[in-house]
Each structure stands twice: as C-alpha cells, then as structure tokens.
C-alpha cells in the first residue's frame, strides 16, 4: 500500500506566499509523474501542475510564473512552492503520484493524497 501526505496548507494574505509538500510512503520502488490538483469551494478538480521523473515541468496558465513544482526523487516528495497568492487560488490542494511498485512492475498506480486547505483572503 502507498500513501501520500500533504502537509503546509493555510491561511494567507493576497500576494503571500505557501509552500506544499506532499510525502509518499509504502511499497514504492520508484514514482514517474507527481502532480498537484486543485478543488476550489464548487468546482471541478483541476491539475495546477506536473513534473516529471526527470524533472520536466508542466503549469496550468492561471499559476505560471508565480508556482513552481519540485520534487526530490531521494525522498519520494514533491513541492509547490507558491507566490503572489491571489483569492483565486483558494482551494484544497491534492497531490497525485503515479507509483511502480517493484523492479519488475510493467504498470504504475495512481495514488492521491488526502488534500490540505489553501485559503487566501484579507
């Protein structure tokens, strides 16, 4: 079994900054792509952004230039570093990994995170 930990969500003024981590623990042998999704209050879940095993990244437009996704490989963790917080960007964040989980597995399973709250309000 694999589990995901998000952890750093909060309150903060527009124009602040956040920054997200998510772990994931459990029967991993190695992670391919880690993303973060979004929910805000009503809406549909959307994904913010996207990193690859070997580092290449991908922004939805409304984040681009103010978040940056990271990951550590070593740690099995992946960030998202976010600045210039906008009300907008209200929401519960999610962090999704596609996880292999032995040497030999010809397929990876997704997993998710719980989520953790991101409000941006005055």
């Known amino acids: 079994q694999v589990h995901l930990v998000e952890s750093g969500g909060g309150l903060v003024q527009p124009g602040g900054s956040l920054r997200l981590s998510c772990e994931a623990s459990?029967?991993?042998?190695?992670?391919?792509?880690m993303r973060w999704y979004r929910q805000p209050p009503g809406k549909q879940r959307e994904l913010v952004a996207w990193?690859?095993?070997?580092?290449?990244?991908y922004y939805v437009d409304s984040v681009k230039g103010r978040f940056t996704i990271s990951r550590d490989n070593t740690k099995n963790t992946v960030s998202l570093q976010m600045n210039s917080l906008k009300p907008e960007d209200t929401a519960v964040y999610y962090c999704?990994?596609?996880?292999?989980?032995?040497?030999?597995?010809?397929?990876?399973?997704?997993?998710w995170g719980q989520g953790t709250q991101v409000t941006v309000s005055s």
């Open positions: 999704n990994a596609d996880c292999r989980p032995t040497a030999m597995s010809r397929s990876v399973f997704g997993y």
């Open positions: 459990g029967s991993i042998f190695s992670i391919d792509d």
């Open positions: 990193i690859t095993s070997s580092g290449s990244t």
